[in-house]
């Protein structure tokens, strides 16, 4: 009889230890949360914004909308229909005009903070940016920072550190971070300048694809050097170029590229990453096309999630 009210007593801790489908369904959804790039405006490469509340995805990054667009009544349009469906914003993704990524070289002289040229003009717009980031409640501002000068003891380079810096301590006094998105520096360089910039707000968007794209190394190795300071990625796929660096890689569907997509997200789960997985789709014959590699990409996410999060023994 004691024995019987012994394992009477245990009950609770077995069912406290025992999860359910649908607790482990969301416990998955929290972790490595699945998301899109959307864009409120026609500007920029996302998804427009409905379209991407139709996919039933948990977060997206929101390509800033053009001045003009930034109104409080589209702030509220944007944060209600967020709420309604559910959807976290995790950042405002920056953007200048005049930015072209059509060559190398172009992107080195068009995007960014970087080209000397347009940097007062761009800072200002960025803070503006940063501003209509907090208006949305989003403690993330992200952009591609431009070609970062290679000579550490230039001029040239002390002047992007001291940009960067700037940008961090702006968006800081928005309670905000800034995500740097990867791709134009190899991962030992912009392991070097994350730390020449020594802001502990400066973080990194980590995107595989644009490591092949421009040619700047393996992004696993990469991966692996700046682990620490991811908060996001984009999940997108590339093949090499013949002359890599010197022309584009090309863009194809997520899990089909060089990137080796499992062992990506097996060596972001390695550093204890739980953050979002954002799907980034920019080469495309068609939107139809677009959507519907997206929605692939979404299925696969959600396999190779599965696999990481409850290997098999
Ligand atoms: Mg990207």
Known sequence: ??????????????????????????????????????????????????????????????????????????????????????????????????????????????????????????FEEFKEVSDFAKRLGTASVQFHLGVVPHDTASKEYKDVVQITRDACDYVFENGQSLNLETGQETGSALLQFIRDVNRLNLHVNFDPANMILYGCGEPIEALRLVGHFVRSTHCKDARWAKQPGKEWGEEVLFGTGDVNAPLFLKTLHDFGYDGPLIIERENRESPEQQYNDILKTIEYLKQLRKNILQPKN
């Open 1 to 122: 009889m004691n024995r019987i009210l012994f394992y009477i007593t245990l009950l609770p801790l077995f069912f406290a230890h025992t999860i359910s489908a649908a607790e482990n369904e969301t416990m998955l959804n929290e972790a490595l949360p699945i998301g899109v790039i959307a864009r409120f405006d026609d500007h920029g490469t996302g998804l427009p914004f409905d379209k991407a509340m139709e996919l039933g995805v948990s977060v997206i990054q929101l390509k800033v909308p053009v001045a003009a667009n930034r109104t409080e009544e589209n702030v509220k349009k944007i944060r209600n229909t967020l709420e309604k469906h559910n959807v976290r914003l995790v950042c405002v993704v920056s953007g200048f005009a005049g930015e072209s990524y059509k060559t190398i070289p172009i992107v080195k002289e068009t995007v960014g903070l970087a080209p000397e040229k347009t940097r007062k003009t761009r």
